[in-house]
């Protein structure tokens, strides 16, 4: 668990600097808005699937 774990932290992690450069871009004039919701929505959509993997991961050890 404990790889899986890690990938699903730098996954996020990655996916969290993408939106820090884009809100960076955006501050400067060098981004525009639609690029800013594509970095949000990458965000959310990760934490969705970190969400659904900790739950089968806690229903598989008997949590609930």
């Known amino acids: ?3 899986a774990t890690g ?3 730098a ?3 990655a996916a969290l600097d ?3 450069l884009d809100l ?3 501050g400067s004039g060098h981004a ?3 690029e800013l919701t ?4 990458r965000v959310r959509d990760l934490g969705f699937r ?3 993997i900790d739950e089968v991961n806690r229903r598989a050890e008997g949590g609930s």
């Not at 594509?38 to 929505?41: G, N, P, S, T, Y």
């Open 1 to 3: 668990a404990a790889p």
């Open 7 to 9: 990938a699903r932290l």
């Open 11 to 13: 996954s996020a992690m």
């Open 18 to 20: 993408l939106l820090r």
């Open 24 to 26: 960076l871009k955006l």
């Open 32 to 34: 525009g808005a639609s």
């Open 38 to 41: 594509a970095a949000i929505k």
């Open 50 to 52: 970190v969400n659904a």
